[in-house]
């Protein structure tokens, strides 16, 4: 099993940048692909992108592409969400989550594919 720990998130501005971490214990990021997800009050949880389990592709939703870009260190075990010019819509509660397969697929985009979540955090972009 492995625990995903989510930080990073806070209130900004719209126009302003946050970074979001998800760190892992107990297991290395290697074996899992790794999904970001949010969740807006009284939503399902959207799909935000990926970064593949050998951390060399990453795909987005439409309306992130071009301001997020998904990392990872792997000396640190933390893939990293960085956001940058914020707008009120991306106001949500920030998950990542992981799953234990090779490549990327239309698949990827449902949260139902994955195995473990972190417990989020907030991010509140404000105008």
């Known amino acids: 099993q492995v625990q995903l720990v989510e930080s990073g998130g806070g209130w900004v501005q719209a126009g302003g940048s946050l970074r979001l971490s998800c760190t892992a214990s107990?297991?290395?990021?290697?074996?899992?692909?790794v999904g970001w997800f949010r969740q807006a009050p009284g939503k399902e949880r959207e799909f935000v992108g990926v970064?593949?389990?050998?951390?060399?592709?990453?795909e987005y939703v439409d309306s992130v592409k071009g301001r997020f870009t998904i990392s990872r260190d792997d000396v640190k075990n933390t893939v990293y969400l960085q956001m940058n010019s914020l707008k009120p819509e991306d106001t949500a509660v920030y998950y990542c989550?992981?799953?234990?397969?090779?490549?990327?697929?239309?698949?990827?985009?449902?949260?139902?594919?994955?195995?473990?979540w972190g417990q989020g955090t907030q991010v509140t972009v404000s105008s």
């Open positions: 989550a992981v799953r234990s397969a090779f490549g990327l697929n239309d698949r990827f985009r449902n949260a139902y594919e994955y195995e473990y």
């Open positions: 970064l593949s389990r050998s951390g060399g592709r990453t």
């Open positions: 107990g297991r290395t990021f290697s074996s899992y692909a």
